[in-house]
């Protein structure tokens, strides 16, 4: 039977303008392009687990709002099972996403609204819900406080506890210590570790560096050169995939992230499921768009059979 995955996380509404560069301040220049859609990091790994064929619930705060009405139809549509608070007093997220038309590389201000108030109170009304899940997730756009407790909850109920500590700040080493994995990317490991990841010898510092603050394991996710994994008896690359042209870089760590827990939730190993993570991100990169990038469960089997 398959695993039971709950994840907490933002929801916010994705405002992506496409430009050749970034404006400088007090410039206008002009797009190439304009997209909204269903974003945030929470939601798009929910999105992304979801379709890559996991149980999933999802824990968040929304306004009461047309952006509040995009979240439920995108978890809808994916067969997320959403676990909402409502704050009539606040508003849901949204997101300011740069895509750099020649390469599709990104920069994002994230204004998370509702979800930004998550308390450790609204972790403690879904206790129950947390301490049954096989596996959980958590990020850093919602409060450490409130990811904090819900980790040591998760962990004393016997999830496997996953932390993408995006945006990268201060963590407790309490906190490191309960996760069984940490999947920092290239910059947020740097920004957390102090290591500058520019090589996997970088990687393989900067993932020990978390196992020495208590990590079950470390993940690196190095973009077109795949991953790093690495736990206290192993350490091993998994190459990238190529799925097509690149197209947007924006959800992959989060198609990564959905993908390796939904993985684990099916009983894969460790290794394993970080590769089914680099196929999904592969696929997820060669469409425009965060959670409507996420690719299916077929389209990854398909990927990894084919590579």
Same mark, same amino acid.
Request: charged letters at 20%; aromatic letters at 6%.
């Given at each position: 039977?398959?695993?039971?995955?709950?994840?907490?996380?933002?929801?916010?509404?994705?405002?992506?303008?496409?430009?050749?560069?970034?404006?400088?301040?007090?410039?206008?220049? %002009?797009?190439?392009?304009?997209?909204?859609?269903?974003?945030?990091?929470?939601?798009?790994?929910?999105?992304?687990?979801?379709?890559?064929? /996991?149980?999933?619930?999802?824990?968040?705060?929304?306004?009461?709002?047309?952006?509040?009405?995009?979240?439920?139809?995108?978890?809808?549509?994916?067969?997320?099972?959403?676990?909402?608070? #409502?704050?009539?007093?606040?508003?849901?997220?949204?997101?300011?996403?740069?895509?750099?038309?020649?390469? /599709?590389?990104?920069?994002?201000?994230?204004?998370?609204?509702?979800? /930004?108030?998550?308390?450790?109170?609204?972790?403690?009304?879904?206790?129950?819900?947390?301490?049954?899940?096989?596996?959980?997730?958590?990020? %850093? #756009?919602?409060?450490?406080?409130?990811?904090?407790?819900?980790?040591?909850?998760?962990?004393?109920?016997?999830?496997?506890?996953?932390?993408?500590?995006?945006?990268?700040?201060?963590?407790?080493?309490?906190?490191?210590?309960?996760?069984?994995?940490?999947?920092?990317?290239?910059?947020?490991?740097?920004?957390?570790?102090?290591?500058?990841?520019?090589?996997?010898?970088?990687?393989?510092?900067?993932?020990?560096?978390?196992?020495?603050?208590?990590?079950?394991?470390?993940?690196?996710?190095?973009?077109?050169?795949?991953?790093?994994?690495?736990?206290?008896?192993?350490?091993?690359?998994?190459?990238?995939?190529?799925?097509?042209?690149?197209?947007?870089?924006?959800?992959?760590?989060?198609?990564?992230? /959905?993908?390796?827990?939904?993985? %684990?939730?099916?009983?894969?190993?460790?290794?394993?499921?970080?590769?089914?993570?680099?196929?999904?991100?592969?696929?997820?990169?060669?469409?425009?768009?965060?959670?409507?990038?996420?690719?299916?469960?077929?389209?990854?089997?398909?990927? %990894?059979?084919?590579?």
């Amino acid at each position: 039977m398959e695993g039971r995955i709950v994840i907490l996380g933002v929801f916010v509404a994705d405002t992506a303008y496409r430009a050749e560069r970034q404006p400088r301040m007090g410039e206008t220049i %002009l797009g190439k392009g304009f997209a909204l859609g269903p974003g945030g990091k929470g939601s798009n790994q929910a999105v992304a687990a979801a379709m890559a064929g /996991g149980r999933v619930h999802f824990i968040t705060r929304l306004g009461r709002d047309t952006f509040a009405d995009m979240a439920r139809a995108t978890w809808a549509r994916a067969g997320v099972r959403p676990e909402v608070i #409502e704050d009539p007093d606040s508003y849901t997220g949204a997101a300011y996403i740069f895509i750099e038309h020649a390469t /599709g590389n990104n920069a994002i201000i994230i204004a998370p609204g509702a979800a /930004g108030n998550m308390s450790v109170a609204d972790i403690e009304a879904q206790a129950g819900l947390i301490a049954g899940a096989d596996i959980f997730v958590t990020q %850093l #756009e919602q409060p450490v406080a409130a990811a904090h407790r819900a980790v040591e909850i998760a962990r004393d109920g016997g999830a496997r506890t996953i932390l993408n500590p995006a945006p990268a700040t201060r963590i407790p080493d309490e906190m490191i210590a309960r996760c069984d994995f940490v999947t920092p990317n290239e910059s947020e490991a740097e920004g957390i570790t102090g290591i500058a990841v520019a090589s996997l010898d970088d990687a393989e510092r900067a993932a020990q560096a978390f196992l020495d603050r208590g990590a079950g394991a470390a993940i690196i996710t190095l973009g077109a050169n795949g991953a790093l994994y690495r736990d206290r008896a192993r350490s091993v690359h998994v190459p990238a995939f190529r799925a097509g042209p690149v197209v947007e870089t924006t959800g992959a760590g989060d198609a990564f992230n /959905g993908a390796f827990a939904a993985a %684990l939730a099916r009983g894969a190993d460790p290794v394993q499921a970080v590769r089914f993570g680099c196929a999904a991100a592969a696929i997820s990169v060669t469409r425009p768009g965060t959670a409507p990038s996420m690719p299916g469960l077929s389209e990854i089997e398909a990927l %990894l059979a084919g590579g």
